[in-house]
């Protein structure tokens, strides 16, 4: 099986990599496309593009400004690890063996707005694009547009050299939107998390992004190979809930978080 999660905002390229070990991003010329594009805004343009503060809009029109296509430990830093935020605190990629990072190499993919596919171990420099960001290219009116069928192919190509059957989807709407499921040549599965709250189970955002972390986790740990077993996470007191389960959509449940 082959897993599909979303990036996340916040980076940390403070803590050194506890790994050497890295490859590089598939689509660094169409990355290379996107950073020529985002040179022509002000930081105003960016504040008022992607609905963020003039801080953060000055911070990424200098990331921009100074990404280069070279890639190097000093650089850049592996996306499993950069990443920060409540999907990959449940990842906690840090804890893992490195036996787990190569498991997760093969079949765990990021979806990004800049870098389209990325490994657990691909090198990225720091960046701030989001794949609902409307950014007019040569490529169309939006990113989703921009990145076509390029993210489906790459994930086709995995899916054909690990015999894998199955799309495990724990990536964000938005995120999963860059996928076109018509042309994935697996079925798709798509667990959901949800809290009991006032006498009913309601997916709360914050423990649903963590819990999407744990069973990437889990499914990369205990080198799951079967879907069905999928159905045995229990992490953080979430059960599979065959009640609320319909077809490819897989509910977890817990009673108090």
Do not use: C
């Amino acid at each position: 099986m082959l897993i599909v999660i979303s990036p996340a905002k916040k980076l940390d390229y403070e803590t050194p990599a506890r790994t050497d070990k890295h490859t590089l991003p598939d689509y660094l010329d169409l990355s290379q496309q996107l950073i020529n594009r985002m040179r022509e805004f002000s930081t105003l343009d960016i504040s008022e593009l992607m609905h963020v503060s003039s801080k953060i809009a000055e911070l990424n029109f200098d990331r921009y400004e100074s990404w280069t296509a070279d890639f190097d430990t000093e650089n850049s830093k592996q996306a499993i690890l950069a990443f920060m935020g409540d999907v990959y605190t449940g990842f906690d990629a840090d804890s893992l063996k490195q036996s787990d990072l190569n498991f997760a190499q093969k079949h765990l993919r990021i979806l990004s707005g800049l870098y389209g596919l990325l490994r657990p171990l691909d090198l990225m420099k720091a960046y701030r694009l989001e794949m609902g960001t409307k950014l007019t290219t040569t490529r169309g009116k939006n990113l989703y547009e921009f990145w076509g069928s390029v993210i489906t192919q790459g994930l086709n190509e995995q899916l054909k050299k690990t015999k894998s059957e199955y799309l495990i989807n724990l990536a964000s709407n938005e995120y999963y939107k860059s996928v076109k499921p018509k042309e994935l040549n697996a079925e798709i599965i798509t667990p959901a998390f949800k809290e009991y709250k006032n006498g009913d189970y309601k997916m709360i955002g914050i423990y649903a992004k963590r819990a999407r972390g744990l069973l990437s986790r889990y499914i990369v740990t205990n080198r799951l190979d079967n879907v069905e077993d999928i159905k045995e996470f229990s992490s953080d007191g979430y059960r599979y809930n065959k009640k609320l389960s319909k077809g490819t959509n897989w509910v977890f449940t817990r009673r108090r978080a």
